[in-house]
């Protein structure tokens, strides 16, 4: 297509008249301003269009004329950049706004164009940058703001202010919320992922490497027979036979040493779910150890009550669990364990259970386990608190902390942000397919034919345990430094998950001193690691543009947009501590530090080990069928045969593993951000800065992992996402 070079096809002009004195006549002059204009085509899949494209340029002095970009040849294939020109009858003066249209070229079906940015040169040689990313349908008209990120007070020009104000009244039209049971974080209204804006839709890249993940498992499965078998495990070597090609050191590690006791209180500090367990000063009065039941197990000349006052003693505690309906199975009532383990760290510095009850009530029926019973019984009891554990994990700590309230900061982000606000510029990147993958998820996962129905809990069971956890949650046990120092968990050694998540917060966020006053051990930690950042990249790109406490109280973005998260993502309950206002450039610091820190590292910390842990189902299963032990002495290899699910529901199980712990193609490191989203020197400095920080760090925990014989990789930078994408 070519028709002149894309210069309008009209222009309206200004006539000078001037005098020839050597012809004695006069003639008329054209005098013109030109923009140059360049739009860039992004580099995924079909990311081009055959359609026209116009744009229309607006400033404090006038607009342009609708021009349709067209330069001879093909435009807008993927991962181009068109030059073009726009020529007015004078400067436009401030140029405000870039409007762009698609229409159709020919009659065919329509073809989503994604367009990247748009940069246009002013002819007094100013250079704006315009961010889009996003797709872009025939016949849709989007307008564009400029890359300097300004607060709703600091638009002064008529045309911006209406422009904010309806985007808002747009924005808030279309993402709306949706209860989806009650006690539960509200989510988006789309009753399926195809309903989406293409903004937030996953792109079709991810969509067909996850499709064939799932065709190529299911596939291996179904040739092995073990895809649907109701046939139980003849034998434990046998479960090695599930996958021929799919395994990872870890996974190989954990079917080698899952019995051993000191792996298995590593797993409840570098599992896939380090956030149970608590330091133990006095033992609950439902669990009556005594001295003369662990005293094998402690130190030599050592006791319970002296190792509780040396900080030695933790516990995990499944109270919340007790009273859940569990769901009937082949006309039987499943069981679940609402059980007590007590740990200990030994001289060695390893975290060993020695004592295990598998229900709240002492009774005669609900005996305390120990290290000293007969091998299968103490490998039982280990199961039941793990399988509790597993359940736990995946509803509450997996599926609600990490996805769930991401997407509740995600839909009030773009409800209540305009793309110009700099915390929606912030943010957005760590929303990237959220909303597609939690809406595909609840279809497929949460729903009472979904995956996780299969645990010993059920759909309903998995409900109730994720409504009482959700009205027991606090801000402080979402925010790292303060979840490790309530939780007693300071000093315990070879903790490397708060190791690496302190190192990540601290980079986010900001440690100044008097910051977090309620959590002195984390600068004690950070002067000991000679790692201590009074600076970082949440707490400075929020002092950029909140510059005194009196700019976060203007924000009344920022105020809608806290208010509809404490009301929508956690229901109002003031007792959660939850900020329903902010008052301080610190609470908006740290909240932001805890929304990026959830929607990357928290994530990465309860997602990117599943398969590691969960393809060996002896080491931990979310469904187990015979009932907790009652007595000493009767169990045999055989009971824990029974015990586990049967064949085709473990590799149901371990598929879902194995999907959501895949590499895929398309990843966006954390802290990588491809889109061009600031323009200000100073924040696309700050990113630098970040990117650097986490290298740094990424080198830091792969030397530590060399010395390791089980390293934790899970909160290593380069293996976080920058969003919630599986």
């Known amino acids: 297509m070519c028709s002149g070079g894309g210069h309008p096809k009209k222009i309206s002009g200004t006539e000078l008249t001037t005098t020839d004195s050597s012809e004695g006549r006069s003639f008329h002059r054209m005098t013109m301003a030109e923009y140059k204009v360049e739009v860039a085509t992004g580099d995924m899949k079909e990311a081009g269009t055959w359609d026209k494209v116009y744009v229309t340029l607006f400033g404090t002095a006038g607009q342009s004329e609708r021009t349709e970009l067209d330069n001879c040849g093909l435009d807008f294939n993927r991962g181009t950049t068109g030059t073009y020109t726009i020529k007015t009858s004078l400067s436009l003066g401030k140029l405000l706004l870039v409007k762009v249209e698609k229409d159709p070229f020919l009659v065919r079906k329509d073809d989503e164009w994604y367009c990247s940015k748009i940069v246009v040169t002013t002819p007094e040689g100013e250079v704006l940058l315009f961010p889009c990313y996003r797709w872009i349908s025939r016949g849709e008209l989007v307008e564009l703001r400029g890359g300097r990120a300004l607060k709703v007070f600091e638009d002064d020009h008529p045309l911006l202010v209406d422009h904010r104000r309806n985007e808002l009244m747009q924005r808030k039209s279309f993402y709306q919320w949706k209860i989806l049971a009650e006690g539960l974080p509200h989510i988006n209204h789309f009753n399926d992922a195809s309903e989406l804006p293409a903004e937030v839709r996953i792109s079709k890249k991810r969509e067909s490497e996850v499709l064939n993940t799932e065709k190529m498992t299911g596939l291996e499965l179904k040739i092995k027979g073990l895809l649907g078998s109701a046939e139980k495990w003849e034998s434990i070597d046998d479960m090695k036979k599930i996958f021929w090609f799919k395994s990872t050191t870890m996974s190989e590690y954990v079917a080698e040493h899952w019995k051993e006791d000191d792996f298995y209180g ?42 509780m006052a040396k900080g030695n003693i933790f516990l995990y505690d499944q109270k919340k669990m007790d009273g859940i309906p569990v769901r009937p199975y082949d006309g039987e009532t499943l069981r679940a364990s609402a059980g007590l383990c007590l740990f200990y760290v030994n001289p060695e510095n390893k975290l060993m259970p020695i004592a295990i009850q598998l229900h709240q009530q002492p009774s005669e029926e609900n005996p305390i386990f120990l290290p000293s019973d007969t091998e299968t019984d103490w490998l039982l009891a280990k199961m039941f608190i793990k399988n509790a554990d597993s359940m736990d994990h995946q509803a509450v700590h997996h599926l609600m902390n990490t996805h769930f309230l991401t997407e509740v900061y995600t839909v009030a982000t773009l409800r209540c942000f305009p793309v110009i606000h700099p915390i929606y510029k912030l943010l957005f990147p760590h929303f990237r397919y959220t909303l597609n993958v939690n809406t595909n998820g609840r279809d497929s996962l949460f729903t009472p034919e979904g995956a996780l129905s299969i645990s010993s809990l059920g759909f309903n ?266």
């Open 266 to 307: 590593f797993q409840f500090l570098n599992g896939v779910n380090p956030n149970v367990i608590k330091r133990c000063s006095e033992l609950p009065r439902n669990f009556p150890v005594t001295e003369e039941m662990v005293k094998p197990f402690l130190e030599e000349g050592s006791s319970l009550q002296k190792e």
């Open 461 to 726: 069971g998995m409900m109730e345990l994720m409504r009482r956890s959700h009205s027991e949650l606090t801000y402080s046990s979402l925010c790292l430094p303060d979840n490790i120092s309530a939780r007693g968990l300071e000093s315990i050694p070879n903790f490397y998950y708060r190791d690496d998540g302190l190192k990540l917060w601290n980079i986010i966020s900001r440690f100044a001193l008097d910051t977090y006053c309620n959590c002195l051990f984390v600068i004690i930690y950070f002067f000991n690691q000679k790692r201590f950042a009074f600076t970082s990249f949440v707490g400075a790109i929020v002092e950029n543009y909140y510059p005194s406490d009196s700019d976060v109280h203007k924000d009344t973005e920022l105020q809608d947009w806290i208010s509809e998260i404490f009301t929508h993502g956690f229901l109002g309950n003031k007792a959660s501590g939850f900020p329903a206002s902010f008052h301080t450039v610190k609470e908006v610091t740290k909240f932001i530090t805890l929304v990026i820190f959830t929607s990357t590292a928290q994530h990465a910390a309860v997602n990117n080990g599943q398969f590691d842990y969960y393809s060996w189902p002896p080491n931990v299963s979310i469904l187990l069928h015979k009932p907790p032990p009652t007595t000493k002495g009767q169990s045999s290899v055989k009971t824990i045969l029974e015990t586990l699910p049967n064949v085709g529901e473990t590799v149901s199980v371990i598929a879902i593993a194995r999907l959501l712990s895949e590499k895929y193609n398309d990843v966006v490191p954390f802290g990588t951000y491809p889109e061009e989203r600031f323009d200000e020197p100073a924040p696309k400095q700050m990113i630098k800065e970040f990117q650097a920080e986490l290298s740094f760090l990424t080198e830091e925990i792969a030397a530590r992992n060399s010395q390791l014989e089980i390293p934790y990789t899970y909160l290593n930078p380069n293996q976080i996402e920058n969003s919630i994408t599986i």
